[in-house]
């Protein structure tokens, strides 16, 4: 497949969506292929090109995680030990909880943290800051029961490489990780982005116009706490150096055996867009037959995609300006470079017909710390909305991405708790419903996330 061909994509792609700037790479059959569109900024625009940096904000976890493992390798950290081994000062809202996580429990999610705190801001900003401040954040499942997405426990995770290493995370992770690699277009620090081209992060509003995202990041400059979970800024280029390590032998970083480690199921997932399970950190997906693995990662107006096609020595990245159509524009560029370089079609599960009587079950509000969802039914169609509380958008000096107006969604075939969205900007995720022991619906996940349900709000 030509370069010229990916370019039409790209470009065609990126106007469909009105994202201003996109960066686009593609590894196949060990070769590279990239292509770019637009500008960093649309008030002091730069061609977008493959060195231009982007935040990349959760793919961050796969380096958190890696960086993990050769703690791992050298014997340094075990997986199954208590995170209180390493982090012996950690308090959690359950005790018994906070005794019993283990590392691979915040690695593959199952940690039973909520998503994350909402104040991490205040204090110092320091990822020791931000852990002291955990048992103020809601646990919603024991250790090991369940899966749910939780930037806390990657954060935490990344407490345990500063409290192994004597390092900060940023300085341990480049000296664990990108060094070693030759990741030279790949930071943590603002002060690195500012003397090189950086794409500006822009989110849509309601009457269409772009405004530019602030804080760059999804926080302030200068605030660690969440670095683990999000805080990497990359390029393209680097990024498909990333997934050739993933794809290789260990490069003197890790074994082959523990990359293939990290891609082997750890948990399952359900009716999940992000996968069918999580390895260490990577969420693995079957695709038309094909095993897959991947992270994508949404900041303030900027979003990332990685996937990698390890039996077929395959990667794609893509990372977008705009919110919130960059999510659609990246799954749009994952499908076409899985259809056109190696013939794996997805194909996204049709809905039943709406049915009021089962949609009535679910009608209600929703929420984790720091959002609310919301899902009505008008009679005739089945709708979901998501957004910032209004109180924390409120007590926030930072601009925050807009809320995801109501659109719609529809039951999978089943048992009547799975969903698909059908319209708006996060078109085509999936997740499902969970029932308490009577049959009553106690709450939904969405990417990947428990959003409980609000009593007497339906």
């Avoid at 277009?185 to 822009?202: Q, S």
């Avoid at 303030?300 to 893509?318: K, M, T």
């Avoid at 029932?435 to 939904?444: H, I, K, L, N, Y």
Wanted: net charge negative.
């Amino acid at each position: 497949m030509s370069q010229e061909k990916l370019s039409e994509f790209v470009e065609a792609t990126a106007g469909e969506f009105g994202i201003p700037g996109v960066s686009v790479g593609v590894l196949v059959g060990g070769r590279e292929i990239r292509a770019s569109h637009g500008v960093t900024s649309l008030d002091n625009p730069l061609p977008v090109d493959e060195g231009t940096l982007f935040h990349i904000a959760s793919t961050t976890k796969t380096f958190t995680a890696t960086a993990l493992m050769r703690l791992v390798e050298e014997g340094r950290v075990e997986l199954d030990a208590p995170v209180r081994r390493y982090v012996p000062e950690l308090e959690l809202a359950d005790e018994r909880a906070a005794a019993e996580i283990t590392v691979l429990n915040l690695l593959n999610h199952t940690a039973g943290l909520d998503w994350n705190l909402v104040d991490a801001d205040e204090g110092d900003g320091s990822l020791a800051a931000f852990v002291a401040k955990l048992a103020e954040l809601d646990m919603i499942a024991q250790p090991g029961a369940r899966a749910s997405y939780s930037q806390a426990g990657y954060n935490l995770a990344g407490r345990i490489i500063e409290k192994v290493t004597g390092l900060t995370y940023e300085k341990a992770v480049a000296a664990l990780v990108l060094e070693p690699l030759g990741l030279s277009n790949t930071f943590f620090d603002l002060d690195e982005v500012m003397v090189r081209r950086f794409a500006v992060g822009y989110n849509r509003g309601e009457d269409g116009t772009m405004r530019p995202a602030q804080p760059w990041k999804s926080w302030r400059a200068g605030e660690r706490g969440n670095n683990p979970g999000g805080g990497i800024v990359s390029s393209v280029s680097d990024l498909l150096s990333w997934a050739r390590f993933h794809l290789g032998s260990g490069d003197g970083v890790l074994s082959a055996e523990a990359l293939r480690r990290m891609r082997d199921r750890t948990v399952e997932l359900r009716a999940s867009s992000l996968g069918d399970g999580f390895g260490i950190c990577w969420f693995l997906r079957e695709v038309d037959g094909v095993h897959t693995i991947g992270h994508g990662g949404s900041g303030n107006g900027q979003f990332a995609e990685l996937l990698i096609v390890p039996e077929r020595d395959f990667a794609v990245v893509s990372l977008a300006n705009a919110g919130p159509d960059g999510y659609l524009f990246n799954q749009a560029v994952a499908r076409w470079a899985l259809e056109h370089y190696l013939g794996v079609v997805e194909q996204e599960p049709e809905p039943v017909p709406h049915d009021e009587a089962r949609a009535r079950e679910v009608v209600g509000r929703y929420e984790i710390d720091a959002m609310n969802l919301d899902i009505a039914a008008d009679g005739h169609r089945l709708t979901l909305a998501v957004g910032i509380k209004p109180e924390i958008r409120e007590a926030s000096d930072a601009d925050m991405p807009p809320d995801y107006p109501a659109a719609a969604m529809g039951f999978l075939p089943g048992d009547g708790d799975e969903y698909i969205l059908t319209g708006g900007g996060l078109k085509g995720q999936r997740g499902f419903f969970t029932r308490d022991e009577s049959g009553a619906v106690v709450g939904v996940d969405l990417a990947g996330r428990l959003f409980g349900r609000v009593p007497d709000a339906s």
